[in-house]
């Protein structure tokens, strides 16, 4: 196990209320962990509670087999920490940002100019990060967490503000990682990265995780048994519903699709997004 | 990498941020304007006071505003949030922000000294106070900042800490029996400057001297990580 967690919790200095209420939860070596939930459900302070950002929780937290609580700063060594934010020193160039960074490091690290050419960021520009658009300055934060080639990777919605070209790119780069070995913990609130990067994803709802499984096995327990029929009937089109979980219905759409002419069938495939609304109760629509 | 490299690479990296935002340039500066006023301005009757103040003056200018200034920066842009996941301690941390101001402390003391005096073999007994004077400003101004975040109280918390650090002038104006602040950290400092443009001084005296500032200096140090740990790297957490 990289990562357990046994009845973490945590409250914020000063609230009534806890935000994180009672997490177990445990992620395997080299598995690519998808932690999604709606806004302020407590993804955030979760990757913060396993980064040692925020010291004082409830529970019990052993990353590689140690208790979180007595880990030294080497600790960063094999972890990588990508924030929701740029946090940049604005002032100094990116090759400033990634070299000083770097140096802190007990274990081998990138260099600079791989990184920025990996993600698709301009090697040898003289200016201040400050003048960086907010998606590169996202994907040089990003390169940081990399430099150490940590073990362990944790990545905080990095796909936004991304343009689709960019989201690609990251998306391949987090897939890269995964075949290399790396375990990651990824928070995002991109379906589709979830559904594809992800070995099990947990759906974290206010504080609380309600659901933690494999996307896939995940969609198919929410599978519903509907299908979808278009057919003429002379010369118009007619869409019918049928719900198959019925003895009723199911001989109706085998009468259906026995008598008429039938343009095409869906049975209605939940997508990780469907399955997301429906376990957060969070269906806006 | 040990800690020392890690301090080092940390001290680096404030002065880089600090001279980007040219608070470096203000400061050299500023004791270039000194020494300029003083060698064209002032009878030299009047320098044995003058310089021994502009000494003070600057370190606690140097020491104070380049240690807040840094913490503003690193807060406000949240990159002591990146430090915090690296393996840099934050013993390491707060060392090299208090070490990066005195670096330049000692630079602009040495400068002063330089222009309106001039150097010799004699000066390598004022660098070790000036140092841990300028760190002791630092270690102030740092605590200062950590509890007033917003500019102009933090000016308003950092007027009284100046004063404290500029108390062993009065002796040097003979308000004050000679000896009255030899407990001073600041009076080091002071002291081994006044010696060096009057007499040699007396090894032994200063030797006692540093081990009173090195003492100085670690419990400076101790109490401002303490209040630095609780009071910023909690709110990193909570604003990151
Ligand atoms: N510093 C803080 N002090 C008090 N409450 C906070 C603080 N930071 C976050 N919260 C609260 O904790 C809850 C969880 O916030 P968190 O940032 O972890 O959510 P999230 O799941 O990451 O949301 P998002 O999807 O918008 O990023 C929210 O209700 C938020 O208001
Ligand atoms: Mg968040």
Redesign the pocket.
Known sequence: MIIEAEGLGYT????PDP?IRSLDFQIEAGEVFGFL????????????LLTRILPGYRGKVSIFGQDLRGQSAAFYNRVGVCF?FPNLYEKLTAEENLGFYAEFFDVATEEPRNVLERLDLPVGDRRPVSKWSKGMKMRLSLGRSLLNRPPLWFL??PTTGQDPAHAVLIRQLIREKAELGTSIFL?T?NMTVADELCDRVAF?VD?EIRVLDAPRDLKLAHRSQLARVEYRNDSERVTRDFDLATQAEKNAFAELVRTREIETIHTQEPTLEDVFLRVTGRDLA | MSAASRITTCVRLNLRVQQRSGFIQILLGLALVLVVVVRLGLPETLWPLLVPTMLLVEYGAVGLTLVAAMQYLESNEKSAAALAVSPLESTEHVAAMLLAPALVGTVAGLGIQAGLIGLDARVLLLLPPLLVTCVLAGAAGLWVACYYREFTRFILGVIPIVALIQLPLLSLYGLTPRFTWLWHPADAALYSFTNLTEASPSLLAWAGYLALLVGFCTLGFRQVHRVYCERILQRL???T
Do not use: A, F, I, R
């Open positions: 914020y200095p000063g609230q935000v939930g709606p806004n302020g459900s407590g993804k955030t302070t979760t990757q913060k929701e905080d919605e928070t609130h974290l504080g | 957490g909570e604003s």
